[in-house]
Every structure is written in structure tokens, then in C-alpha cells.
């Protein structure tokens, strides 16, 4: 029953290899998000899809790429991946994209790059 | 632009003693504020949020905070520790204009002695 799903929860990987991780709600929420955790535990927001439309990009590299096949669903894919990139991923759904954000997190992915 | 600063990376306090968490923020909007907590290895949970209304919120686990607009502030606290409470915490701060983004404060790690 768990309500934001996120796949897998730890990811090792050498550097310049392709990755993907995969998330799921099943809340009926119309917008999720991607957040970056880095070694500092610093949270910050990496995109954000409603219905499927991407509404925020932060400055975050070409090598990222968000895909939302359906509004339960909100992928994320990396491309030659690099040291940096090592860090905790979460995703997140809201039932509003404005306005009062009833968040949910899922409880991550620990990406390590070798 | 919004912005969350907690002040002191990590507190400590003894078991049963009251604990006070600090968060200032800026925003040029009406902000709504979150505190999450998060365990060691696991996902963000939410403890509090304030949107509009009562400025004095009331969350889970015993924990409250009182918005300040004229301090902006949005303080944690809870009026006796325990052992359990050893965390990390984070403020956050969103608004309507925001389509849901979460800003997050640096964090700050709650130690509990017994």
C-alpha cells in the first residue's frame, strides 16, 4: 500500500554508464516531483511534472531527463553519469501544483557512482 | 524568491528537556511552511505545516511551531525530548506562485543524551 514507490533503493554504478530510476504513486495526485539530496544532506528540487507536463526544470544538467508516461508515473533517467551525481534521490507527489502542497515522499534512491 | 535558513547545523539537548529548532525564512509571497523530519535512511515525513489561519500548528509526535510574520520565523519546538526525537530536521517554505516547489533549509541534526 505504499504511496509513493520509488525503484531501486540503492543503485552502485560506474561512472559513464546510463541509469534509471522509476517511481510510482498511487495517491491520485496530479503533480510529482524530483528532489536531489546531496552528501550534505541539502534537498533541492530537480523538476516537476502536472498531468504530465513538465512545469519546473531547475537548473540541472542535459545528462538528467525526467519522463512522465502517465500522471502516476514519473521516471528519471541519467545519462553518463558522473561522480557528482552521487546522492539521494526522492520523488514526491502533490495533490495541488499551486497553492497548499500535501506533499508525499517516497523514501528514496541512494545512487553511488564509482 | 524564497529562502529558508536554519539556524544551527545541529543542537543537542537531554532527554526530557525542551527542544527548540530554528527556522527563518524569506518570501515575497504569502509563504506556506513545512517542517519535515527525516530518519536515518528513510524518506522525509512531515511533522507540521502552516498555510493560513492559526499561526500556532500543531504536528505530530508533540512537536508545534508558531509562524511569525513579523519575525519571519516558523520555530519548531517540543516541550520534552526523547530518545526517539534524534533526527535530522528540515524547514521548508513553498507558495502559491510556487506550482508546489519546495525550498529547503540546510537541515539541522537533533542529537538527544540521555
Known amino acids: 500500500d505504499t504511496a509513493v514507490s520509488q525503484t531501486p533503493k540503492y543503485l552502485v554504478t560506474q561512472m559513464g554508464n546510463d541509469k534509471s530510476i522509476k517511481c510510482e504513486q498511487n495517491l491520485g495526485h496530479d503533480t510529482m516531483y524530483w528532489y536531489k539530496q546531496d552528501s550534505k544532506k541539502f534537498l533541492k528540487i530537480m523538476f516537476s511534472?502536472?498531468?504530465?507536463?513538465?512545469?519546473i526544470n531547475e537548473t540541472v544538467p542535459n545528462r538528467f531527463s525526467p519522463k512522465s508516461p502517465d500522471k502516476a508515473h514519473l521516471n528519471l533517467h541519467i545519462n553518463s553519469l558522473e561522480l557528482g551525481d552521487s546522492a539521494v534521490y526522492f520523488c514526491a507527489s502533490s495533490q495541488d501544483g499551486q497553492g497548499v502542497a500535501r506533499y508525499t515522499f517516497g523514501s528514496g534512491t541512494r545512487l553511488t557512482v564509482v | 524568491a524564497q529562502s529558508v535558513t536554519q539556524l544551527g547545523s545541529h543542537v543537542s539537548v537531554s532527554e526530557g528537556a525542551l527542544v527548540l529548532l530554528r527556522c527563518n525564512y524569506s518570501s515575497s509571497v504569502p509563504p506556506y511552511l513545512f517542517w519535515y523530519v527525516q530518519y536515518p535512511n528513510q524518506g522525509l515525513q512531515l511533522l507540521l505545516k502552516y498555510t493560513t489561519g492559526a499561526t500556532l500548528v500543531k504536528g505530530i509526535n508533540g512537536f508545534e511551531a508558531e509562524f511569525k510574520k513579523s519575525e519571519t520565523s516558523f520555530h519548531l519546538t517540543k516541550p520534552s525530548a526523547h530518545m526517539s526525537d534524534a533526527a535530522e530536521y528540515f524547514c521548508a517554505v513553498s507558495g502559491a506562485s510556487n506550482t508546489g516547489k519546495l525550498i529547503f533549509g540546510q537541515g539541522t541534526t537533533l542529537q538527544v543524551k540521555p
Open positions: 511534472y502536472n498531468n504530465k507536463e513538465l512545469i
